[in-house]
C-alpha cells in the first residue's frame, strides 16, 4: 500500500496505491499531514480498501506527484550515518548521531524542479531513507520503543550546498541544507509494517550516470537507534520527516562534479519508489513545480 498525494501544489488529491490501482481517498480524509496519520490513518485506509469504499481516482497516472506527507512541522536529519560516507568525507564515523536541521519549506513533489539557488557552486546529492513520524515520540524509554512511533518510509534526496554546508555555517550544517526544494520527497509514503529498514537497497543517478549504490544495512544507526536517540533531546511529533544520512557516492567525494543548472538527479530506494527532479536556476517551487506523471 502506498500513500500519495497528486496533483497541483497545494493542491493535492490525497490517494493511496494498491495492486496498480489508485484510489482517491477523499471519502476518507482531506489531507495526508500529522494529524491524519495520529489518527491511526494507516489502518482506516486499510480498512477502508477492505470494505471497498474508495472510488478509483480517475487519471491519476497524469498527475503531478506531490510530497506524500503535507506540511511536516520538522525535517531533522542525520549526518554521515554511512561508514564509506563519512570516509569520502575525511572524517571518522561519528560515534554519537550528527543532527542537523532543514526548514520544512525544502520539502516538495519527487519530480519538482529544484531551484539552484544563486551563487551556488557545490550542489550535491545524496538518496536517504526518509523516516515519517505517527506517534508522538519523546524521552523513549529504549530504542526497542522507537519502531511503534513510526508511520513509514519514503525516499528523499537532500541535497546540499557544501560551500554553505561546510564553509560558511560556523560548524552548524543547516545552512548548506535549507535552499527552498532541497528536500524532494516521496513518491510514496509506505507503511512501516510493509517495510524492513534495516535491508533496502538505495541508489542514485546524476544525467543517466551512476553515483551512489548502497544498502541500509550500511548505517551505523539503525532507524531506531536514530528516532530513540532524538527523542532524548527533543518531541517528534505525527508528520515530522527523518532523513537517516546517505551512502558514499556523492560530489564532496571529489570524484564527481557538483550539480548544474539543467542537470537530472534520479534516486529510488526498494519498495518505496523513484524519482527524478532537474536542477535549475530559473525554478521557482512556490510557483513553477515540474508537471511530471507517476
Given amino acids: 500500500m502506498h500513500l500519495l498525494r497528486l496533483g497541483p501544489v497545494d493542491q493535492e488529491t490525497p490517494a493511496v496505491r494498491q495492486d496498480g ?5 477523499r471519502p476518507l480524509t482531506t489531507e495526508v499531514d500529522g494529524a491524519f496519520l495520529a489518527d491511526d490513518g494507516v489502518a482506516r485506509v486499510r480498512a477502508a480498501l477492505a470494505a471497498g469504499r474508495l472510488p478509483v481516482l480517475e487519471g491519476a497516472d497524469g498527475l503531478r506527484r506531490g510530497a506524500p506527507v503535507a506540511r511536516p512541522q520538522a525535517v531533522i536529519c542525520i549526518g554521515q550515518n554511512y561508514a564509506a560516507h563519512a570516509a569520502e568525507s575525511g572524517a571518522a564515523p561519528p560515534s554519537n548521531p550528527i543532527v542537523f536541521l532543514k526548514h520544512p ?7 519538482d524542479d529544484v531551484p539552484l539557488p544563486p551563487g551556488a557552486e557545490r550542489v550535491d546529492w545524496e538518496v536517504e531513507l526518509a523516516v515519517v513520524v505517527g506517534r508522538r515520540a519523546y524521552r523513549l524509554a529504549t530504542p526497542a520503543d522507537a519502531l511503534a512511533h513510526v ?9 546540499s ?3 554553505w554546508q561546510l564553509d560558511e555555517s560556523g560548524g552548524q550544517w543547516s545552512k548548506g541544507k535549507c535552499g527552498p526544494g532541497f528536500a524532494p520527497l516521496g513518491p510514496a509514503l509506505v507503511p512501516a509494517d510493509e517495510v524492513d529498514p534495516a535491508a533496502l537497497g538505495l541508489r542514485s543517478w546524476v544525467n543517466g550516470e551512476p553515483r551512489q549504490d548502497s544498502t541500509t ?8 537507534h536514530i528516532v530513540h536517540h532524538l527523542s532524548q533531546y527533543m518531541a517528534l511529533e505525527p508528520g515530522d520527516v527523518i532523513c537517516t544520512g546517505t551512502p558514499q557516492g556523492v560530489a564532496l567525494s571529489g570524484r564527481f ?3 548544474r543548472d539543467g542537470d537530472v538527479v534520479e534516486i529510488e530506494i526498494d519498495g518505496l519508489g523513484r524519482q527524478r527532479h532537474t536542477v535549475s536556476a530559473t525554478a521557482d517551487v512556490a510557483t513553477a513545480p515540474a508537471g511530471t506523471s507517476a
Fill in 151 to 159: 508511520a513509514g518510509y519514503a525516499c528523499v534526496d537532500d541535497l
Fill in 21 to 25: 490501482v489508485t484510489y482517491d481517498l
Fill in 257 to 259: 562534479d557538483y550539480l
Fill in 105 to 111: 519549506n525544502t520539502v516538495v513533489g519527487p519530480d
Fill in 161 to 163: 550546498e557544501r560551500a
Fill in 217 to 224: 544495512a550500511d548505517m551505523i544507526f539503525d532507524v531506531a
